[in-house]
C-alpha cells in the first residue's frame, strides 16, 4: 500500500509558524519530485513548493515558507512562518513527477487543515 500522511495543522493566529510534515509508506519520497499544495473553500488546489533537484516556491509564500527533506526518515516537511488568514486552507503533500498542476503528481495525501485567525 502507498501512502502518504500529512501532519501539523492547526489553529494559528497571524504571524504564527506551523510545520507539516508527509511521511510515506510504499514508496521512497525521494524517487519523486515532492510537492505542497492547498486548497481554501471555493478555489482551486494551488501548489505552494516542491521540492526535487531543486526547490521552488509560489510567489505568495516566497520568503516565508521553507520545503525540506529528510531521506532517512522518508518524509518531506514545510515550515511555515509569518502566516496570514489567506493562507488557511487544507494542505496536502503529493508525490510525482513535479511541475505546477496536480496533473503532474500521482500519490497524494488526504491533507491537513490549516487555520489561520485572530
Known amino acids: 500500500q502507498v501512502q502518504l500522511v500529512e501532519s501539523g495543522g492547526g489553529l494559528v493566529h497571524p504571524g504564527g509558524s506551523l510545520k507539516l510534515s508527509c511521511a510515506a509508506s510504499g514508496i521512497t519520497l525521494d524517487d519523486y519530485a515532492i510537492g505542497w499544495f492547498r486548497q481554501a473553500p471555493g478555489k482551486e488546489r494551488e501548489r505552494v513548493s516542491c521540492i526535487s533537484g531543486s526547490i521552488v516556491y509560489a510567489d505568495s509564500v516566497l520568503g516565508r515558507f521553507t520545503i525540506s527533506r529528510d531521506n532517512a526518515r522518508d518524509s518531506v516537511f514545510l515550515q511555515m512562518n509569518s502566516l496570514k488568514t489567506e493562507d488557511a486552507a487544507v494542505y496536502y503533500c503529493?508525490?510525482?513527477?513535479?511541475?505546477?498542476?496536480?496533473?503532474?503528481?500521482?500519490?497524494w495525501g488526504q491533507g491537513t487543515q490549516v487555520t489561520v485567525s485572530s
Open positions: 503529493a508525490a510525482g513527477r513535479g511541475g505546477t498542476t496536480t496533473d503532474l503528481y500521482t500519490y
